[in-house]
């Protein structure tokens, strides 16, 4: 059972992390203007800086995407759910219902796996965690926007070393403006399984870390196994469809790489 001691930690780690990254950026364009400054104070010329690529701001049309996700909230196969009060906590199996968090809560909408939700809707400011064991969601919607110093997830992995599996049937994610971090956010070294069919993920252009991460780096390895058929990812700005193993870290093994649409564009697989 998470303690609130470890939520205040993870909390921690994923500003920590965030941090980091900002660090890195600045360090890159510290070194770049320094290199410039030396060429012209060297007599030379030089090229205007690198400007980081502009967010996307508008949404592409479906590039061959499942289309087989819930259109929304109002989609009519949420027509009989019921409203709880988040977070849940697995193990658990839930049907049929539409998640919220209370007012000033920034707790996964569930978590503590092995946990299964059909035909769930899941708003708030941290969508649903996945840890131990193996968890299913299946025609789920997701809808995430962080709030005051929050690192909004529409789904995370959190658990150093555990292996655990998601599969993903028929869910759409979305993130929307606010304190966000990832769409989908593999990481910390969870070595975790994924299994999407059927799957959009978008709002990445809302998030630092895009639309999907599950970057590998040696020590970390956020991601070990992944399959997907029929995803389509919007906003993606890391890695390939989110994988990239850096460093020489453990490449994660493709099970299979069938139509994966990235902004529009068909992604072909890296190996
Ligand atoms: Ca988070």
Redesign the pocket.
Known sequence: MATEKQDEKLATD?RLRALEQKTAAHDTQLADHEKRLDTLEAGGTTEPPDTEQPPDTEQPPSGGGSGTYPSGPNDPIFANNTTVTGPVKGPTTITQKTVKAPSGNNQPLIYEGPWTAKKCIFIGR?GPRLDHAESLLEDCYIECHGEGS????GI?GYLPGSGARLVLRRVRIKMVPGQN?CGF?MSDNGQFDIDMEDVLIEGGEHCPNGAIWMINDPGDIGCRRVRYKNVEFRGCNRGTAGLEARNGALKAEIVEWTNVVSNGKQVARPY
């Open positions: 994923a941290e929050d690192h909004a997830d995370q971090n956010f």
